[in-house]
């Protein structure tokens, strides 16, 4: 049985009483669906291949835990970008291209830190044809340079420099990718460096990440091309004790070095508000990232549904006007093997579309007035009746105007693309 999906007749009806009703709190639908357009959501290359790169090493331990085996994962660079396209055809949102370094593509093998932006040509095309803007991860991980799950804060010299080399360069690869497509990419730092059990050496371990995070920005680059940012973690599955890059190391070293900071949803505490997090640094760094992702109970990159945590960021985003920023970017960080991994993308990328729509059609200034004037109750109420107000009709009108499909629709087109493309690849 075919999923459901409205006629155009009713979309437009539906859309044309939801312009009424928004109109009536002082929200113009149009002018929100303009906005909408304007703000992007990064697809993290890197869930379409389980986070393996297309570097071939013998026996490498991943330090990204995914699990599961559903067939059809993309092999190669042509299988990704077929698969971020047909991601693309079924997601209304305005999309950015995440990528990492382990999806370079040399003409000739290279060691990952001697990668230049030449080796992300195809990489470079493809966004350029679907007039994507890019952002770039150095890849510290998985890599026979990794030792006892070290990089640039390993003890090893020789790793450690391999490590920094390789951050040097890919600053400069986003600069030359922003400069070639005259966008500003966001450079994500993420390192895994910590140790499973207790360490007699804390400050060991965060004076040499200090060092080579002062070699890899010590180059003045274009910031008009380039905003670097720093992810932190509470801990990662063998670094139970400790995480070298935690989150108030990297919030200090980039409110002091001028750099920006990235808010990964699932690396908090699970009772943390990372939506919170944003109103206490955004002021004194110099740019934010988001990585959007569903921990449940851990940091388990479960993929990302529309639940409150995915909301509140995209209220604090527009409440404080901050999604049209140029150093501001969204981005998605997910992978689950046990589900098809381009649904997982548009499932993510519809969540976060619908998260974004509502915030911008939020009647955030009555909100406020009820607070101001100290009436709470309305406050609490009014909050919980916007979660009801008629956002779907305007976001089936959106996709029907980008022709995308509308309502579960999608799905039929999932069930025809796995049959057809991904089960075949074996
Ligand atoms: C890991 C971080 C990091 C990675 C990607 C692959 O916990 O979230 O962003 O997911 O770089
Ligand atoms: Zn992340």
């Known amino acids: 049985m075919r999923m459901y999906s409205p006629n155009a007749a009713t979309i437009q009806k539906n859309y044309e009483d939801a312009k009424q009703y928004f109109a009536a709190y002082g929200i113009d639908t149009d002018a929100a669906l303009a906005q909408f357009e304007k703000v992007g959501i990064s697809i993290h290359s890197w869930a379409g291949d389980d986070v393996k790169g297309f570097e071939k090493h013998e026996n490498v331990h991943s330090e990204n835990t995914v699990t599961g085996n559903y067939p059809g994962a993309a092999r190669n660079g042509d299988e990704l970008r077929q698969d971020l396209e047909q991601a693309m055809r079924l997601s209304p949102c305005t999309h950015r291209l995440g990528l990492q370094s382990m999806y370079a593509e040399p003409t000739t093998p ?67 990718i922003g400069r070639e497509l005259n966008c500003r990419v966001f450079n994500n730092t993420w390192a895994p460096d910590g140790t499973k059990d207790n360490t007699a050496d804390r400050w060991g371990y965060r004076r040499r990440l200090q060092d080579s995070l002062d070699q890899i920005f010590a180059e003045k680059l274009d910031d008009r091309y380039l905003c670097d940012c720093l992810e932190g973690k509470v801990f990662s599955i063998a670094n139970e004790c400790f995480t070298v890059g935690s989150h108030d190391f990297y919030i200090a070293y980039a409110a002091k070095n001028n750099l920006g900071y990235t808010i990964d949803t699932g690396h908090y505490h699970p009772t943390e508000n990372y939506a919170d997090k ?36 995209f209220q604090e985003l527009k409440r404080a006007d901050l999604l049209n920023r140029e150093n501001v970017a969204i981005g998605l960080d997910f992978f689950d093997a046990q589900v098809n991994r381009v649904t997982a993308w548009v499932c993510g990328l519809r969540a976060a579309g619908k998260a974004l729509l509502s915030a911008l059609l939020e009647p955030t200034k009555q909100l406020q007035e009820a607070e101001a004037a100290g009436n709470l109750g309305k406050r609490m109420a009014l909050l919980d009746e916007c979660k009801n107000m008629p956002v779907n009709a305007v976001w089936d009108y959106l996709c029907w105007k980008k022709g995308v499909p509308v309502g579960a629709a999608w799905l039929d087109e999932m069930d025809v693309y796995e049959r057809e493309v991904q089960f075949p690849r074996g």
């Not at 921990?295 to 409150?308: F, K, N």
């Open 110 to 176: 290279k060691e990952r830190c001697d990668y230049g932006v030449e080796d992300f040509r195809k990489w470079i095309d493809f966004a350029k044809k679907h007039h994507m803007a890019v952002d770039y991860n150095v890849s510290y991980f998985t890599h026979p340079m990794m030792k006892d799950g070290c990089s640039l804060a390993s003890p090893d010299e020789e790793v450690r420099q391999y490590w920094i080399k390789a951050g040097i360069n890919g600053r400069r690869i986003c600069e030359a």
């Open 278 to 313: 944003i109103s206490a640094v955004y002021p004194f760094v110099s740019g934010l990232m988001f990585h959007l992702s569903r921990g449940v109970r851990w940091d388990s990159d479960h993929t990302l549904i529309q639940d409150d945590g995915l909301y509140q960021v």
